[in-house]
């Protein structure tokens, strides 16, 4: 029998108490960064918004998290607008489908489509970023597969922060953190997994970059808390790039949870953050010489 059907009682049965739920998460996000430049816009048919310096010929390609059911670029702009003031670097932050309306592999369609419409924009292609959070650090994973696997030109580099990435919620920390995580926690993750993937296999490549082949990809950094259920995603992620000889840095935090780098006043976020805006610059500027 199904964990929901198991468990009539199960915190957000309906899609609509899952995505109150995740808007109460992303209200900690706090304020947008002043000054921050914002613009709606689309690449191609896809929706977003972008955010911070106009003109730069580097950018990055940002997914933010949700579980694939909830978020958008507008809940996310605190966080992304810190990434961009911390590297310098825009950002285009992808509107991409939600489930249960457009289920996978809807959302790493539009990735893909995005990417390729900012190829057409004459953007090298090494000078591109793709980054993300949660469901959207995995997402921008499964997107440099797809990009791997359709010939296309690799981006300079590929950041996620405190990733999901295997769908299937195989990893130890999933039990292990469960107390620890003040923020997410199993059966968000599951009934999320559930609207998404409806009846695709959760080992899917293109749905748990976890089990993917990382060969060929461009440099990979992920930052995860020690204390958060999705610590193991992020280290799955490292040794798929590891075992590829694809240069890797995975950063775990220790004693902090998901997303910590949205608590701005924590000397990790800001350890954080300058170390991921370093590698974007780094990675950007120096594939794209």
């Excluded at 996000?29 to 580097?58: C, H, M, Y």
């Amino acid at each position: 029998m199904a964990f929901w059907q198991q468990n009539p009682q199960a915190k957000h049965q309906t899609i609509e108490e899952l995505r109150g739920h995740y808007a109460a998460l992303f209200a900690r996000f706090g304020a947008v960064p002043a000054g921050l430049d914002v613009t709606q816009g689309k690449l191609g048919a896809i929706p977003g918004e972008w955010v911070g310096p106009s003109g730069n010929s580097r950018i990055i390609l940002y997914f933010h998290g949700g579980g694939y059911v909830a978020g958008s670029p507008e809940s996310h702009r605190p966080l992304i607008g810190r990434l961009v003031d911390a590297s310098g670097v825009g950002a285009f932050s992808v509107g991409y489908r939600l489930a249960p309306e457009c289920f996978f592999p809807a959302a790493v369609r539009d990735g893909i489509d995005a990417y390729r419409a900012l190829l057409g924009k004459g953007v090298s292609a090494s000078s591109v970023i793709l980054a993300g959070d949660e469901a959207g650090g995995g997402l921008a994973f499964a997107v440099v597969l797809a990009i791997r696997n359709a010939g296309l030109d690799m981006p300079g580099g590929v950041v996620a922060l405190s990733p999901w990435a295997d769908l299937s919620l195989s990893g130890l920390s999933m039990l292990s953190n469960r107390k620890s995580d003040t923020v997410l926690d199993w059966e968000t993750l599951f009934l999320s997994a559930r609207h998404y993937l409806r009846k695709s296999n959760p080992c899917d490549a293109y749905a748990s970059p976890a089990y993917a082949s990382f060969t060929g990809f461009p440099p990979v950094m992920v930052h995860a808390g020690s204390g958060e259920i999705l610590r193991d995603d992020a280290s799955k992620l490292g040794d798929r790039a590891a075992a590829a000889n694809v240069p890797v840095s995975v950063e775990i935090y220790d004693g902090m949870g998901h997303l910590f780098q949205v608590e701005s006043g924590r000397n990790e976020a800001k350890v954080s953050l300058s170390r991921l805006a370093q590698f974007i610059r780094a990675k950007s500027a120096v594939m794209a010489a």
